[in-house]
């Protein structure tokens, strides 16, 4: 969540630790700060707000500094503000930190710190891992050992970077349950929490190992779990440059929404067999005999990508009729779950470092269960640690609310549901032709709803000042209404709640009146005369009706204040087109409203904390 950029090399520090938080700040932060190796010891500049109210402040002689750390910080242990910033420091002066993650044990610690004397200057759980660096310095320890002697003694969930005046030119890094990737240059060394970060100045990364410690500097770079066989380790990231500019566009979010039909195109691309009428999903590695053998799926994960794990139940049911149980993440580590025999798990993560669909992960493998991955982003905790997986290529995904990943989870979602169904004898050879067809059309016809972007974002003037909304669906369609709902809120701060239609009756329907919009998806599919009683229902109480329905549907528009058209799919892959509407429409509320969409209100990107 909270973003860490370190550097150590012959350039401008400073430069390129503010052009390193610049690219993090998607991650979501309340305030920010720096620290450079100077001559005199540590220059430290911090503040609440944004990497811009940092930049305002007098860099003093920070910017001759070659080495030196930074940090965008979204608050949990004390509130935000200049002491509670980071980069954090020991009581001497002389050590300073950066750190993403929770200490679990740091009162206990902060206690037995302060009986021995020593004062702290923030409410930070962070500070306490500054003062037993710092001990461990005081006890004439080098800064490496010092780092991981400290670390024995603490619980929970890190990444940090750590600088000194008594070594300069070293930059000390480690990682427990949240990202960190060192970025390897020529006579040059970039820590971050992501290659955005990274990528302006190399290509070449080493993703840091669960609980490894690393020393970068002039004298080279050295591990704890690789001696002198870290350059082994490197890899290269594909994607480059523009693929995170926003490319003319007025936010990455609505770049990221136009940027679909390629998204899902790549989701697909090489993996489909027209012939067989089958997906190909090398990395799973599975065999059709394995693939019969499943006799239970659970699916876990967080936010949006639990949404899309809800389609996923209803595609791999109807499609290969294997049960699935869908599961929160953060709810699913902490039940006495019941693993029984036949049952594989799929987690689900943009990012690959969802903290709870990680902590679910270990979980279940520690049960003997064989779990797969589906992330985007190559090289990530979850894509090293989960048995195989899919990758869903959808490339960097800057805005903090998720548009193109989740259709790309859908997607591939849809790719794994097809491949189960042939193996199972249950898609017969027709069928999936047909099917991997139908994929094959979605770009286009996504393609053709962006083209009503204008018209949409001259509806969304009218819901403006609506305090809340109300989102209905059926059948595939539900969790797109949960998920039209969610971007809503994320962005606009509308109250907004999606429901399965039928149970707007239980409850929901006391709420609607003449200034309750209902946005209903009510396309031509199995439900669609269901989802037109509900309709009338609404009409029969004065709510306001926003219907997303298929194109040349004219009864939808005698029942409707307004009507927002898609393609005719067929019904699996109907929330492939009905969920591009509802990005576009959250994202012209917002904006009307004069919101961030990029960085709504205490939003992260990638939550690596639980």
């Given at each position: 969540?909270?973003?860490?950029?370190?550097?150590?090399?012959?350039?401008?520090?400073?430069?390129?630790?503010?052009?390193?938080?610049?690219?993090?700040?998607?991650?979501?932060?309340?305030?920010?700060?720096?620290?450079?190796?100077?001559?005199?010891?540590?220059?430290?500049?911090?503040?609440?707000?944004?990497?811009?109210?940092?930049?305002?402040?007098?860099?003093?002689?920070?910017?001759?500094?070659?080495?030196?750390?930074?940090?965008?910080?979204?608050?949990?242990?004390?509130?935000?503000?200049?002491?509670?910033?980071?980069?954090?420091?020991?009581?001497?002066?002389?050590?300073?930190?950066?750190?993403?993650?929770?200490?679990?044990?740091?009162?206990?610690?902060?206690?037995?710190?302060?009986?021995?004397?020593?004062?702290?200057?923030?409410?930070?759980?962070?500070?306490?891992?500054?003062?037993?660096?710092?001990?461990?310095?005081?006890?004439?320890?080098?800064?490496?050992?010092?780092?991981?002697?400290?670390?024995?003694?603490?619980?929970?969930?890190?990444?940090?970077?750590?600088?000194?005046?008594?070594?300069?030119?070293?930059?000390?890094?480690?990682?427990?349950?949240?990202?960190?990737?060192?970025?390897?240059?020529?006579?040059?060394?970039?820590?971050?929490?992501?290659?955005?970060?990274?990528?302006?100045?190399?290509?070449?990364?080493?993703?840091?190992?669960?609980?490894?410690?690393?020393?970068?500097?002039?004298?080279?770079?050295?591990?704890?779990?690789?001696?002198?066989?870290?350059?082994?380790?490197?890899?290269?990231?594909?994607?480059?440059?523009?693929?995170?500019?926003?490319?003319?566009?007025?936010?990455?979010?609505?770049?990221?929404?136009?940027s679909q039909p390629e998204s899902l195109t790549n989701a697909f691309l090489g993996r489909i067999d027209l012939d067989e009428g089958t997906a190909h999903l090398g990395g799973l590695g599975l065999t059709p005999a394995d693939m019969n053998a499943v006799q239970r799926i659970i699916i876990t994960a967080c936010g949006t990508s639990w949404h899309a794990a809800l389609i996923g139940k209803y595609l791999i049911e109807s499609l290969a009729r294997v049960p699935v149980d869908v599961e929160y993440a953060s709810e699913f580590r902490y039940r006495d779950f019941v693993i029984s025999p036949g049952s594989i798990m799929f987690v689900i993560s943009q990012s690959g470092e969802t903290a709870d669909t990680l902590a679910a992960l270990r979980a279940c493998r520690s049960r003997g269960c064989r779990v797969f991955g589906i992330v985007n982003v190559v090289g990530s905790t979850i894509a090293r640690e989960t048995d195989a997986g899919v990758y869903i290529h959808a490339g960097p995904e800057i805005g903090v609310a998720s548009t193109k990943a989740f259709t790309s989870q859908v997607m591939v979602l849809s790719l794994v549901a097809m491949a189960f169904g042939r193996a199972r004898g249950v898609l017969s050879r027709a069928q999936g032709v047909e099917l991997a067809r139908e994929i094959k059309l979605i770009p286009g016809k996504v393609s053709k709803i962006l083209e009503s972007s204008d018209v949409i974002a001259s509806l969304a003037r009218e819901f403006t000042f609506a305090r809340n909304f109300l989102y209905l669906g059926r059948g595939y369609n539900y969790p797109v209404a949960l998920e039209g709902a969610l971007k809503l809120k994320e962005i606009s701060y509308i109250h907004a709640e999606g429901y399965p239609a039928a149970e707007m009756k239980h409850g929901p329907i006391a709420l609607i009146d003449e200034e309750m919009p209902v946005l209903v998806i009510a396309v031509k599919d199995a439900a669609y005369d269901k989802i037109l009683s509900n309709i009338q229902e609404v009409r029969a109480r004065r709510g306001r009706v926003l219907a997303v329905a298929t194109e040349g549907d004219e009864e939808i528009s005698s029942v409707s204040d307004h009507v927002l058209w898609v393609p005719a799919a067929v019904d699996p892959l109907m929330p492939l087109l009905t969920v591009i509407p509802l990005q576009l429409l959250a994202y012209h509320v917002a904006t009307a409203r004069g919101c961030d969409v990029d960085k709504p209100r205490n939003l992260a990107k990638s939550v690596t904390v639980e």
């Amino acid at each position: 969540m909270c973003g860490i950029v370190g550097y150590v090399g012959s350039k401008n520090a400073l430069e390129i630790l503010l052009g390193g938080l610049r690219r993090l700040e998607y991650r979501g932060y309340d305030s920010a700060g720096y620290a450079v190796q100077s001559a005199d010891g540590l220059i430290i500049r911090r503040c609440r707000g944004r990497v811009a109210d940092l930049e305002a402040l007098d860099p003093g002689d920070a910017v001759k500094a070659t080495a030196g750390i930074a940090h965008t910080r979204w608050a949990t242990h004390g509130e935000p503000s200049e002491r509670n910033a980071h980069p954090q420091m020991d009581s001497t002066g002389r050590i300073a930190l950066v750190h993403n993650g929770i200490i679990e044990n740091y009162r206990a610690l902060r206690r037995e710190l302060q009986a021995q004397g020593i004062e702290f200057k923030s409410d930070t759980d962070t500070e306490v891992i500054a003062q037993l660096v710092g001990l461990e310095v005081t006890a004439g320890k080098g800064l490496f050992e010092s780092v991981r002697s400290a670390l024995a003694r603490v619980q929970g969930a890190y990444g940090i970077a750590v600088i000194s005046t008594l070594e300069p030119g070293t930059m000390v890094a480690a990682r427990h349950g949240s990202p960190l990737v060192v970025g390897v240059g020529e006579s040059e060394f970039i820590v971050a929490s992501d290659v955005a970060a990274i990528i302006s100045h190399t290509r070449d990364v080493i993703f840091l190992g669960e609980g490894e410690v690393v020393s970068v500097g002039l004298d080279g770079m050295s591990s704890d779990r690789t001696p002198g066989l870290l350059r082994d380790r490197v890899e290269t990231v594909e994607w480059d440059l523009a693929e995170i500019e926003k490319n003319g566009f007025s936010h990455y979010m609505l770049k990221e929404i136009f940027s679909q039909p390629e998204s899902l195109t790549n989701a697909f691309l090489g993996r489909i067999d027209l012939d067989e009428g089958t997906a190909h999903l090398g990395g799973l590695g599975l065999t059709p005999a394995d693939m019969n053998a499943v006799q239970r799926i659970i699916i876990t994960a967080c936010g949006t990508s639990w949404h899309a794990a809800l389609i996923g139940k209803y595609l791999i049911e109807s499609l290969a009729r294997v049960p699935v149980d869908v599961e929160y993440a953060s709810e699913f580590r902490y039940r006495d779950f019941v693993i029984s025999p036949g049952s594989i798990m799929f987690v689900i993560s943009q990012s690959g470092e969802t903290a709870d669909t990680l902590a679910a992960l270990r979980a279940c493998r520690s049960r003997g269960c064989r779990v797969f991955g589906i992330v985007n982003v190559v090289g990530s905790t979850i894509a090293r640690e989960t048995d195989a997986g899919v990758y869903i290529h959808a490339g960097p995904e800057i805005g903090v609310a998720s548009t193109k990943a989740f259709t790309s989870q859908v997607m591939v979602l849809s790719l794994v549901a097809m491949a189960f169904g042939r193996a199972r004898g249950v898609l017969s050879r027709a069928q999936g032709v047909e099917l991997a067809r139908e994929i094959k059309l979605i770009p286009g016809k996504v393609s053709k709803i962006l083209e009503s972007s204008d018209v949409i974002a001259s509806l969304a003037r009218e819901f403006t000042f609506a305090r809340n909304f109300l989102y209905l669906g059926r059948g595939y369609n539900y969790p797109v209404a949960l998920e039209g709902a969610l971007k809503l809120k994320e962005i606009s701060y509308i109250h907004a709640e999606g429901y399965p239609a039928a149970e707007m009756k239980h409850g929901p329907i006391a709420l609607i009146d003449e200034e309750m919009p209902v946005l209903v998806i009510a396309v031509k599919d199995a439900a669609y005369d269901k989802i037109l009683s509900n309709i009338q229902e609404v009409r029969a109480r004065r709510g306001r009706v926003l219907a997303v329905a298929t194109e040349g549907d004219e009864e939808i528009s005698s029942v409707s204040d307004h009507v927002l058209w898609v393609p005719a799919a067929v019904d699996p892959l109907m929330p492939l087109l009905t969920v591009i509407p509802l990005q576009l429409l959250a994202y012209h509320v917002a904006t009307a409203r004069g919101c961030d969409v990029d960085k709504p209100r205490n939003l992260a990107k990638s939550v690596t904390v639980e």
